[in-house]
């Protein structure tokens, strides 16, 4: 399984560097200018109160952590939940589309530890980005920290960061299900898509209207904080054991479900091998 | 050879409302090599597949080596190398660390002298990335692959597709030796003179249904002869025509009968013509294969 888990990294080796070295640079992008804008920030706030702002998750510009929240910690999730569903729906439906896996399945392993072994790849891949990702962030800050003050220390910085990983989970996990459990990696890859696009534009339009605001808890995004609060009272441990744990049903779910798939049947559900209404066993055999 | 390596009972499988295969009964002895024979979407790889439990049937049984083919896949599957028919491998591996990884998985960890010695056989650089490879040598891979771990059965699935006539050659050489190692071989094709090359006992599978299953000898001997008839002048053909005997070809004076029943009397007419020559015609496998499916697209050709 060991050799599995490393072969999985190694293939997917240009995606870290890739993604490592564009979420870095994103990081970088965004929060090293600051320095050039951060007398002008508090004149935007107005804009920033119309809803379209406010649906985008664009909150507050007028102090550091507000300008880093709406930009970095507002778009980073997004970023690595696209890298999440792309990778983890290619791991089992795009390998399946590609013909790899049928070598794959038999061989000696179970089909949970071919999903365990995936799983742990793509986690492993996921905090490689992520570790891009802290020094892209910390690099920008130390080079805000040169030209002007700010209000959070390196530390909190750093943890607020970390704090786009349980929700990235999340969506891998989803599209492994997904994976898993669609016919293919297209149908996969679809939902999982539209499931993060309804799950962010949804959780920041829904804060607009009142009577819909209890409908929040159920977009995964309303337990990712992106606002400034994160900054002045940490990582909520309850939000990330939500989100954690909807990841471990949903992996739990992806391990089920390919346990029980028909390989490279491509078959919806509905169409997996049952005999038709018509048609019982006995009629069949004879 | 009595100990059943392979088999089914009633298998089937069903995808909806499309017939995947129906009823298939199978039996395959150890130290044989059991020729799988049906063209494009007759069942053979879905067979194989539930054999590997890739698919699960709706209906019967698979056992390999006596083991239930659900319930102790890992188990069956340490015992059994597997080539598909569509071979897919990782693209941006050298066919070494392919090889490698594949070995690695299967827990060999020691002597890869025979792998190497397939790769000369087989004449393969294992030195490139597997997406600068030709078709035929992403075939080659595959064989390393399959037969590297001496499996105790292993499984193809148009193995020669692809292929040189050389290498051809050296795979069916292969087959061979694993036969002759005491291993069992599951041979699916549509390439009746290599099946007919290497195989023991066939199988004909048509529209998902296990039709036959027999010696290729007897398969051969048993379903018709050719006879061959020159006559001093041109007869009424249709005076040697009865039941089980018909007229196939002819050219002047030669005539060529299938006789399936009733030699004795086809012989005694003829005897009564004025006959300069009769001659028996080998059968091939092709021949005897079209008498079961007509001809429903098979691939003859080697």
Not at chain 1, 106 to 113: D, E, G, I, K, S
Request: net charge neutral.
């Amino acid at each position: 399984m060991l050799s599995l888990i490393i072969h999985e990294i190694r293939i997917r080796r240009g995606a870290i560097l890739g993604w490592g070295f564009g979420t870095a640079g994103f990081a970088l992008l965004y929060i090293s200018i600051y320095p050039q804008f951060a007398d002008q920030m508090s004149a935007f706030q107005n804009i920033l109160d119309l809803p379209i702002y406010q649906a985008l998750g664009v909150t507050s510009m007028s102090t550091f952590s507000g300008y880093a929240s709406s930009t970095l910690l507002n778009f980073l999730p997004i970023i690595l939940g696209i890298y999440a569903l792309i990778t983890s729906t290619f791991t089992l439906a795009g390998e399946e589309d590609r013909g790899t896996l049928e070598i794959l399945v038999a061989l000696p392993l179970a089909r949970w530890q071919i999903v365990i072994a995936k799983s742990i790849a793509l986690i492993i891949t996921v905090l490689l980005i992520m570790l891009f990702t802290e020094v892209g962030g910390l690099l920008s800050l130390y080079l805000v920290l040169q030209q002007v003050n700010v209000d959070v220390s390196t530390f909190q910085f750093a943890i607020v960061i970390i704090n786009a990983l349980p929700i990235t989970y999340f969506f891998m996990m989803l599209g492994l299900f997904l994976g898993a459990f669609l016919p293919t990696r297209g149908a996969a890859s679809m939902m999982a898509t539209a499931i993060l696009i309804i799950s962010y534009l949804g959780n920041n339009l829904f804060r607009l209207v009142e009577s819909l605001q209890e409908w929040r808890r159920f977009f995964p995004f309303y337990y990712y904080d992106s606002t400034t609060r994160v900054f002045q009272e940490g990582i909520q441990i309850g939000d990330v054991l939500i989100l954690l744990s909807g990841a471990l049903l949903f992996w739990l779910l992806a391990i089920a479900s390919f346990n029980r798939r028909n390989l490279m049947t491509h078959a919806w559900f509905w169409q997996r091998p049952y005999p038709s209404k018509h048609q019982s066993i006995e009629s069949i055999n004879h | 050879m009595n100990e059943a390596i392979i088999e089914t009972h009633d298998l089937t499988v069903y995808y909806g409302r499309h017939r995947g295969i129906i009823g298939v009964n199978l039996s395959v002895q150890k130290g044989e090599i059991f020729g799988f024979l049906g063209p494009n979407g007759a069942g053979k790889t879905t067979t194989l597949r539930v054999l590997l439990d890739l698919i699960r049937p709706i209906a019967g049984t698979a056992h390999i080596f006596g083991l239930d083919c659900q319930r102790n896949g890992v188990k069956i599957r340490q015992l059994v190398s597997y080539l598909p028919g569509e071979l897919n491998l990782y693209a941006n591996l050298t066919a070494e660390e392919y090889l490698k990884l594949l070995s690695k998985i299967r827990g060999i960890n020691g002597d890869q002298s025979y792998r190497q010695e397939l790769c000369e056989r087989l004449g393969l650089d294992t030195s490139r990335k597997i997406r600068e490879y030709s078709r035929g040598n992403k075939q080659k891979i595959g064989i390393v692959s399959a037969f590297m771990n001496r499996p105790e059965l292993l499984i193809l699935d148009e193995p020669t597709t692809g292929l040189d006539p050389f290498v051809h050659q050296t795979v069916l050489d292969l087959v061979r030796e694993i036969r002759e190692a005491g291993h069992t071989v599951f041979f699916s094709s549509h390439v009746l003179s290599e099946v007919q090359d290497v195989c023991d006992r066939v199988g004909i599978i048509r529209k998902g249904r296990l039709i036959v299953t027999e010696k290729v000898e007897d398969m051969i001997r048993q379903n018709f002869r050719k006879i061959r008839i020159t006559f001093a002048k041109p007869i009424q053909w249709k005076i040697l025509e009865m039941p089980g005997v018909h007229l196939t070809e002819q050219q002047d004076n030669h005539y060529t009968y299938e006789v399936k029943e009733n030699m004795q009397i086809f012989l005694k007419k003829a005897a009564s013509l004025p006959l300069l020559d009769i001659e028996t015609l080998s059968v091939t496998l092709e021949e005897v294969f079209l008498k079961f499916y007509g001809k429903e697209g098979v691939s003859t050709h080697a």
